[in-house]
């Protein structure tokens, strides 16, 4: 994507940069100039750092692990985040975690806390801690990763889908508190993307229905007008656009990256 470019010295922060999406995210951002900052829960987010480092030597990488439910790891992580680059200008809030597919009858209330503890109280707290730097110059932004789930609200994932809800409406609200200071914030919704969380949903939906992973990929990437699920490229595609000055008149919105699936 080497259309998309970023202000020199410009310094962009991702949370689950160490999964398949904000990996590809990382990528993008480093493509376009920014140097970034890697935040994940796993420690492979190191080994993300050193694989991006090798691939793109000429930009600066830093890598820092993080529950992103805890508002303390999360304020240690900005303030080691400014002790690094002394700043940050785009926040790519990517880390999410998908529901073990149940009825709402049998989900426990354990799961829907874990899946609202990361997609939504997570979203909510990784913005909290970094608005403060991202208010520090006009044009900044934070994009966040929802989902198109959010609007079509499937069966056997209602904790998943209620969470990127959230996600949504969060990012309306804060556009509208942001946009006096300059900056912008907007949200993706990625439709069947192929990644680790995505294969492990089929996984899961296969097993609760009782049919073969196979079957349950025809089944979903079957609903997909253009074939197949997108790689995790499509959506640090959309985030970098979203980040980057061609979006510049773009504030409150959910870019649909789902391969021409109708959402309501």
Known sequence: ????????????????????????????????????????????????????????????????????TSEDELALVRDQVVDAFGRADHLAIVAGVV????AVEDLTLEEW???????????????????????????????????????????????????????????????AELAPSGVRVNAVAPGQINTGMHRNALTSEAESRGITFEEMKSIEWGKIPLGVAGEPEVIADAVAFLSSPASSYITGAA?????GVVSH
Request: net charge neutral; proline share 4%; charged share 15%.
């Open 1 to 68: 994507m080497s259309s998309i470019s970023f202000d020199t010295g410009a310094v962009a922060v991702i949370t689950g940069a160490g999964g398949g999406i904000g990996y590809a995210t990382a990528r993008r951002f480093a493509e376009g100039g920014a140097s970034v900052a890697l935040i994940d829960a796993s420690d492979s987010v190191h080994e993300a750092r050193d694989k991006l480092a090798a691939d793109t030597p000429d930009v600066r990488f830093e890598s820092f692990v993080a529950d992103v």
């Open 99 to 102: 529901q073990t597919a149940a």
């Open 113 to 175: 806390n874990r899946v609202f503890g990361v997609n939504s109280i997570g979203v909510f707290l990784t913005a909290k801690t970094f608005i403060p730097l991202l208010k520090q110059r006009p044009q900044n932004t934070l994009v966040a990763v929802a989902s198109y789930w959010a609007r079509t609200n499937p069966p056997l994932f209602a904790a998943y889908s209620a969470s990127k809800s959230t996600v949504l409406s969060l990012v309306q609200t804060l556009a």
């Open 255 to 259: 870019l649909d990256v789902n391969g």
